[in-house]
């Protein structure tokens, strides 16, 4: 089933009147389940298409399709009401609310969409337990260091169990111990068969997708399905990455 | 909702000491402001209360004999008659403290009119020969008890015992002291009794009049009526006028204070809501993008901040209730004021907030956008400083202080309006501490007012003059003088000779120097019409008094209404002798040391009086500029903590490149120092330049309207002033500090935003 879908999806800036193309009729679909790296450099319009995604910015043109149901059409209040339900959002700088701490943090999206405090505390404690996190609880953000504020991004991103996960470099500002850590997570989210569309220049953290989508300029330039890699070739730091 | 109460709880909490300060000015204000409606409103004044219980007579007459009350009845206007009552002078001596009393003779059963309401025993009982009824006023203020015996002494020197059968409240006349005599009831038996002689005694008249407004017309006709009978005539104007004391000046004080509070703590908090909303628009943002849509978040931002108004608003409303009822002794507050100031406070305090909270709910939902300070060239401020080759650190401060210009102005009107306010309370400070230190200034150059009473004029003079302190000995005399065509009797005093004129302090015009002229306060050149030069004609006691006015003094009593002239511009009868003899002590004598010393000279045969002076009477007045500065400095510092934290949340980046660029944590702290300092003087010698040049025009205004007239006031000392100046931009500076020390300590983090 197709959890997400874009028709030609154009951005232009207004730069002083003069336009700036950012993402240049953009055909995506991602199935349900599927884990979607969106690779490219610096510039190619891959972060403003993962806004776009979640309608964190408006289009120019096109159209985006969220669980069959057209959103580039909404209004911002109601794309609002549509990410609540649907979207959950890892940043490159975690953006925690910094007045709150880790357990306030992660349970807030479950308030905000209507659920109890009760369940919301439910699952919150499961998905820190599931992070790892359960010491850090009544921390507040300033106290955890960069990779354990990823982790309880994450968290709230899956608080209420969203269709769509959008990940924007979210090992961007990290070490490679912590990005082995967040990337881990990932994976085993996707697992559990959350669907994942990940931003990243970073062709490392690209092979634990399904699918690399390579964005230059704006357009697609390629988009392929990796293959998976053959059990007992373990990881380490020299794995290849196959192109089909 | 829930998700937004978890919001606002974490960041209430994250900004503890910022959220009291916002409380505790809105409740600061909410209290003056109530305080000062409380002063204001008619409401609280007793006398519309006592009015209507007493069912009171809007005009009184005070006739030698006794008039024709049917033919007072007939005149247009007049609807019911209270009286005649036989009243005879006497002093009540107390402790040997000696009050003037009016005891009035009145019926068994109370009048319709103006009937006295028993607080407390009974009225009059024709089984109790020897009981009276007191005055509640002055009953209290003389100590005297239900139960309790008084002695008077008559004009003839007899004195008599009586008992006080009841206490009651009456709206015939002001409170005691402030409205003289005092007011005793008896049996008319026993007045006949204490007073036989019916020349040493008057008749009191009241009249209710259908429209309270005519009273001016109706006295006119009485006076035309009775013509030299009339003694004096009183309407409820001055009745109520003497009710309401200064709690008028009062209130006008705390009113100007309280609406230029209210003004600068609503900027203060729409700055403080504007700074905390520009440094969580990346937390908005990031609420934004977990599906908080624009309307939660304007609402989330406006319960946030305005409920700390509201919460203050209502901890303002108990203390304000409280200070009106303990420390002036008012029953009730208004209810209807009491409504409108919080409800406007509420709305204003929802307008402040509402703007910053539209603001912060438009943040673009993409949280990884920086709000940064609009760059560009250094101002030409800071090129000025680098032109005068300043340390670096000033450079930078000076350019940051105005990179956003919003911001910066709030910050600098912010502070300057309550600086404006203190200068403008140690202007009325000043002024009072004048009247302590120069009471020649409001026309109280005799401290001491003697009355000869066991001895003779003359002897009494003598002793005076004979005591070391005393510079100058004046006669005087006061009578009542009927205006024609004005619906009132107006105080005449006479104190020295037109030739060496006791110094009135004649602001406006000259004093008077010779027979016919006088001087006089503004409250009698308002109430008669008239200008400097004019003449004036009136009537005392039937005799016609026709005077000009040559110049105008300051008159802190009777609400200005008081005329003065030479005492041989009155007629023989009524100053020879004289009734008392005014002293001016010597430069550093104390007033009580001389009067303790006559007493003992004459055995106790004088009364000694003591001025009282204005500043005394407005004591109250400096609780309230002293919490009043309180309050103001919670405005500024509330200001000032936005404005630190404002300043370093734009310069937290920089401090980075600052520090990676070679100064040292000392330069990083002068750099944001100077920043908020710049901004801190400006307002600050701004809003004390402002004060000191409003200063003097507002209190001479409060003067003129208060009958005191213009001329009073004076501007705080230069001295006071620069130490005012130095103390807020010390403590601002310091509270600046600390802030900007811990940040040029800490490790700042480049990639934080």
Known sequence: MTVLKTVNLVKIYQNKHVPVPAVRGVDLQVDEGEFVAIMGPSGSGKSTLVHMLGGLDTRTSGEIWLDGQRADTLSESAWALLRRKKIGFVFQFFNLVASMTVADNVELPALLAGASPKVARERREYLLDALSLTERVEASPAQLSGGEQQRVALARALANKPSLLLADEPTGNLDSRNTRDVLRLLGQVHRDGQTIVLVTHDARVASLADRVVSLLDGEIVDDGKIARRRPGRGGGAGEVIDLR | ?753
């Open chain 2, 1 to 753: 909702m829930r998700a937004g109460a978890r919001w606002i709880r974490a960041d209430l909490r994250a900004r503890r000491g910022q959220a009291v300060l916002t409380v505790l000015t809105i409740a600061g204000i909410v209290a003056a402001l109530i305080t000062a409606a409380t002063l204001l409103e008619d409401g609280t004044n007793p006398w519309r209360g006592l009015f209507a219980e007493t069912n009171g007579a809007h005009l009184w007459i005070h006739t030698k004999d006794r008039p024709q009350v049917v033919a007072l009845r007939a005149i247009d206007g007049v609807t019911q008659a209270s009286g005649p009552y036989r009243t005879a002078p006497v002093t009540l001596v107390q402790e040997r403290r000696k009050a003037p009393v009016a005891l009035r003779a009145m019926p068994v059963a109370a009048p319709e009119v103006a009937r006295p309401v028993v607080a407390d025993g009974g009225w009059l009982n024709p089984a109790q020969p020897d009981g009276v009824v007191v005055e509640r006023s002055f009953a209290r203020a003389l100590g005297l008890r239900l139960g309790g015996s008084v002695t008077v002494t008559a004009l003839s020197g007899a004195r008599h015992v009586l008992y006080v059968r009841g206490i009651a409240d009456s709206a015939d006349q002001g409170f005691y002291p402030e409205w003289t005599p005092g007011l005793i009831w008896v049996l008319p038996e026993k007045l006949d009794k204490v007073e036989p002689e019916l020349g040493r005694s008057e008749w009191v008249t009241g009249l209710r009049l259908d429209d309270p407004e005519a009273t001016q017309f109706v006295s006119q006709r009485v006076v035309v009526m009775l013509d030299e009978e009339v003694q004096r005539v009183y309407t409820w104007r001055e009745v109520r006028a003497a009710m309401e004391l200064d709690n008028r000046l009062l209130g006008t004080l705390l009113a100007l204070f309280g609406i230029v509070g209210l003004v600068a703590a609503v900027l203060a908090l729409a700055n403080a809501a504007g700074g905390r909303v520009l440094s969580q628009l990346r937390d908005l943002a990031t609420l934004k993008s977990m599906g908080f849509t624009r309307g939660q978040l304007a609402s989330l931002l406006l319960v946030e901040h305005g409920a700390l108004g509201l919460l203050g608003i209502a901890l303002g409303v108990l203390p304000g209730w409280l200070v009106t009822w303990l420390v002036l002794d008012t029953s009730s507050v208004a209810l209807v004021p009491l409504l409108a100031i919080v409800a406007g406070t509420a709305l204003v305090v929802l307008v402040a907030v509402g703007v910053p909270a539209w603001r912060g709910s438009r943040t673009p939902p993409i949280p990884a956008a920086p709000s940064a300070p609009p760059r560009g060239r250094l101002s030409r401020l800071a090129r000025l400083a680098l032109l005068v080759r300043l340390p670096p650190a000033l450079v930078l401060g000076a350019r940051d202080a105005f990179s956003r210009r919003v911001p910066a102005f709030l910050t600098a009107f912010g502070l300057a309006v309550p600086m404006m306010m203190i200068t403008i309370g140690l202007g009325v400070w000043a002024t009072l501490d004048n009247f302590l230190a120069h009471p020649e200034q409001v026309g109280q150059h005799a401290q001491l007012l003697v009355r000869p009473d066991k001895l003779t004029p003359e002897e009494a003079k003598g002793l005076a003059q004979r005591d070391p302190a005393v510079q100058q000995v004046y006669p005087g005399a006061e009578v009542d003088a009927l205006v024609p065509g004005e619906a009132r009797s107006i105080r005449v005093r006479a104190i020295g000779g037109s030739a060496s004129p006791y110094p009135f302090p004649v602001v406006e015009g000259r004093m008077y120097a010779d027979r016919g002229e006088a001087v006089a306060g503004q409250g009698l050149l308002d109430l008669l019409r008239v200008k400097i030069g004019d003449r004036v004609w009136l009537s005392v006691g039937g005799t016609p008094l026709i005077v000009r006015i040559v110049g105008r003094t300051v008159e802190p009593d009777l609400d200005g209404q008081v005329l003065s002239l030479g005492v041989d511009s009155l007629a023989a009868k009524d100053v020879v002798p004289p009734e008392f003899w005014g002293l001016a002590l010597k430069k550093g004598a104390d007033p009580a040391e001389v009067r303790d010393r006559l007493l003992a000279a004459s055995g106790e045969g004088l009364e000694i009086q003591r001025v009282v002076n204005p500043a005394e009477r407005l004591a109250v007045i400096r609780v309230v500029i002293v919490a009043l500065v309180g309050v103001l400095a919670l405005i500024g510092l509330a200001n000032l903590l936005t404005a630190s934290a404002l300043g370093l949340r734009d310069h937290a980046y920089d401090l980075a490149v600052l520090k990676a660029m070679g100064l040292t944590p000392r330069q990083v702290m002068a750099t944001l120092v100077t920043g908020t300092g710049l901004l801190v003087v400006v307002g600050i010698v701004i809003g004390t330049a402002v004060g000191s040049f409003v200063v003097k025009g507002l209190i001479d205004l409060q003067g003129h309207t208060s009958g005191v007239g213009a001329g009073i006031a004076r501007p705080p000392s230069p001295l006071m002033l620069v130490v005012a100046v130095v103390a807020a931009v010390g403590a601002a500076l310091a509270v600046a500090l600390i802030p900007a020390r811990r940040a040029a300590r800490a490790q700042v983090p480049v990639t934080a935003r």
